[in-house]
């Protein structure tokens, strides 16, 4: 009885069965056509043609903005510290006082010195005295040759005393002067190396004064362009912020290689930029040609962390194509890959450009 319930049961439901599962298939391989999808119109764009150019090959580096003259202001005598009266980044002109050196030693020794110096002119003054009450007596025959001259080399005795005593009165002076350190030019303080209290001694740095221009760029170049780069080529340099960019040319080639990094330093003038001791640039130096595919700079598009163009295929339907950029020339960007010669692209009206939209009016050949 079990068999033939069965039996009938397959053969009812089979059939129906076999007819929803044609329908799902049927539904299922069913698919829009373009003309089914509803796009958006864009209008108002231009297009180009990527196309190989020849262009330079940049060689892309970092530099750092350093000044040709420096003064390293250093100690010229021992002692305590007792004021330092500039901070980093003042500006200081010549003969300015900086800092201040316990003076009270030396201030001992200017007084010492210089009543010293009054000892020997009353000394120097007695003996000239002497000299001429004993000249007329020996113009009267009165005194001999040999008393004449000794009475004469104690003047000059007396002289030369008070002329050393002048002199060690003026090194006092001098060693006393050292306590109260002065600029030797006009420019920043970019470096102070001593606090009050600290003890400096003869030849220790103080402070660095960075002066007013003279400035240039150093960068690392790898060693294999040493034979590439020549003072007076044209280089450019790229500031970040503000975004500005400078034309000049090279400065300088140190040709010694680093043995640890495998690179030389080349100096390079700054041209109009503004720039202070520090400051951190990028340098791109021209090295060779090559060709590339260069667009204009204002279609390449940034969205979060991603670089793309606007990519128009033959039926006018346009796509966010993802690239990667490299160097911009003069406004124009080099696509290192994500596009081919010969494929159009959106380089003006980007901003009404729609991922997914198309042309209207359709692609104009």
């Not at 000394?123 to 004469?152: C, G, H, I, P």
């Not at 140190?254 to 080349?266: E, G, K, M, Q």
Request: glycine share 8%.
């Amino acid at each position: 009885m079990n068999k033939v319930i069965n039996s009938l049961w397959k053969k009812i439901h089979l059939p129906a069965a076999l007819v929803l599962l044609w329908l799902f298939v049927a539904s299922c391989s069913t698919t829009p056509t373009d003309e089914q999808v509803k796009r958006p119109l864009v209008s108002g764009v231009k297009l180009l043609t990527a196309e190989l150019s020849p262009v330079d090959e940049i060689y892309e580096t970092t530099g750092t903005i350093r000044s040709g003259r420096e003064s390293l202001v250093a100690g010229r005598t021992m002692g305590v510290v007792t004021s330092v009266l500039v901070s980093e980044g003042d500006v200081v002109s010549v003969g300015q006082l900086l800092l201040t050196i316990d003076n009270r030693d030396a201030a001992q020794r200017l007084q010492a010195a210089q009543m010293a110096v009054e000892a020997a002119k009353q000394n120097m003054l007695l003996q000239e005295t002497t000299w001429r009450r004993y000249k007329n007596l020996f113009d009267e025959k009165a005194l001999s040759r040999q008393e004449m001259d000794q009475v004469e080399t104690q003047k000059n005795v007396a002289r030369a005393e008070y002329e050393r005593a002048r002199a060690t009165a003026d090194e006092a002076a001098i060693h006393l002067s050292f306590t109260q350190v002065k600029a030797p030019v006009a420019g920043r303080v970019t470096k102070k190396h001593i606090d009050p209290g600290s003890m400096a001694a003869p030849g220790t740095p103080l402070l660095v004064i960075e002066q007013t221009g003279g400035f240039y760029v150093e960068a690392a170049v790898d060693e294999r362009l040493r034979d590439k780069i020549k003072p007076g080529m044209a280089v450019e340099l790229v500031v970040d912020r503000p975004a500005l960019s400078q034309e000049t040319t090279v400065r300088q080639v140190l040709t010694s290689i680093d043995p640890r990094s495998r690179t030389f330093i080349v100096k390079i003038n700054p041209g109009s930029l503004a720039v202070s001791s520090g400051m951190f640039v990028r340098v791109r130096i021209p090295v060779g040609k090559k060709e590339a595919i260069v667009v204009p700079a204002v279609s390449v598009v940034e969205k979060g962390q991603l670089t793309g163009v606007y990519s128009v295929d033959d039926k006018g339907v346009i796509s966010y194509r993802l690239v990667r950029a490299g160097a911009t020339y003069a406004g124009r960007t080099e696509i290192l890959s994500g596009l081919s010669p010969g494929e159009r692209l959106i380089v003006e009206g980007v901003e009404r450009a729609e991922d997914g939209g198309v042309l209207a009016g359709g692609i104009t050949r």
